[in-house]
């Protein structure tokens, strides 16, 4: 009896010296956005929160930590929840689009035909055609939002790219194509008016 008492001592004075759950908020350094979360996080939240910035154009990159199974971490924008990629800790992602499956957090963006359809609402009569830049990630839903402007009756111009420049890029491409085709068309128009005549 003394024994299974003096195990049960050691067990728990063991989980006693163990390190309590910690709250971590995990953001980059120099978005405006995100230094608001963080803030408001830390002043919202019941429990007191570290703040772990990763890395600025000043101080170099800077590492995420190690975090324990027990730790809960909160991670703000795509480039945390990157950073902390493989951690055992318990992980709410927020402000990242693309986020691991069974991660639990607030939704970033909306289906892709909510966005079609609130321009097609805003602009009825003036949106024809859509252009859309997609990254790696989001390759996957390229079926979606094709599927999305089909059923608006919109035509959709679609560019996938590996990096934020050369997404940059496709968008000037689209945004010249684009500007051809109404020029063309405004022609076609004015000397269909001037038959008319």
Same mark, same amino acid.
């Given at each position: 009896?003394?024994?299974?008492?003096?195990?049960?001592? @050691?067990?728990?004075?063991?989980? $006693?010296?163990?390190?309590?759950?910690?709250?971590?908020?995990?953001? =980059?350094?120099?978005?405006?956005?995100?230094?608001?979360?963080?803030?408001?996080? $830390?002043?919202?939240?019941?429990?007191? $929160?570290? @703040?772990?910035?990763?890395?600025?154009? #000043?101080?170099?990159?800077?590492?995420?930590?190690? #975090?324990?199974?027990?730790?809960?971490?909160?991670?703000?924008?795509?480039?945390?929840?990157?950073?902390? %990629?493989?951690?055992? &800790?318990?992980?709410?992602?927020?402000?990242? #689009?693309?986020?691991?499956?069974?991660?639990?957090? /607030?939704?970033?963006? /909306? %289906?892709?035909?909510?966005? *079609?359809?609130?321009? &097609?609402?805003?602009?009825?009569?003036?949106?024809?055609?859509?252009?859309?830049? *997609?990254?790696?990630?989001?390759?996957?839903?390229?079926?979606?939002?094709?599927? &999305?402007?089909?059923?608006?009756?919109?035509?959709?111009?679609?560019?996938?790219?590996?990096?934020?420049?050369?997404?940059? =890029?496709?968008?000037?491409?689209?945004?010249?194509?684009?500007?051809?085709?109404?020029?063309?068309?405004?022609?076609?128009?004015?000397?269909?008016?001037?038959?008319? @005549?």
């Amino acid at each position: 009896m003394k024994r299974y008492v003096l195990v049960a001592l @050691v067990g728990m004075t063991a989980a $006693a010296s163990a390190e309590p759950m910690q709250v971590v908020v995990v953001k =980059r350094a120099g978005v405006m956005a995100y230094e608001e979360v963080a803030e408001e996080f $830390a002043e919202m939240c019941r429990v007191r $929160a570290r @703040v772990i910035t990763l890395g600025s154009a #000043f101080d170099g990159a800077v590492r995420a930590p190690h #975090f324990s199974a027990d730790d809960l971490v909160v991670t703000v924008g795509q480039e945390a929840l990157d950073a902390i %990629h493989g951690t055992k &800790a318990h992980v709410i992602p927020t402000l990242a #689009f693309h986020t691991p499956e069974g991660l639990v957090g /607030p939704p970033t963006s /909306p %289906h892709p035909e909510l966005i *079609l359809r609130v321009l &097609a609402m805003a602009r009825a009569s003036k949106i024809h055609t859509v252009g859309v830049v *997609l990254g790696p990630r989001a390759s996957a839903t390229l079926g979606q939002v094709l599927r &999305a402007g089909e059923r608006l009756g919109l035509t959709m111009m679609t560019a996938r790219v590996a990096s934020g420049p050369e997404a940059v =890029r496709a968008l000037h491409n689209m945004a010249a194509i684009l500007s051809q085709q109404a020029y063309a068309l405004h022609a076609h128009r004015n000397l269909e008016d001037s038959w008319d @005549v």
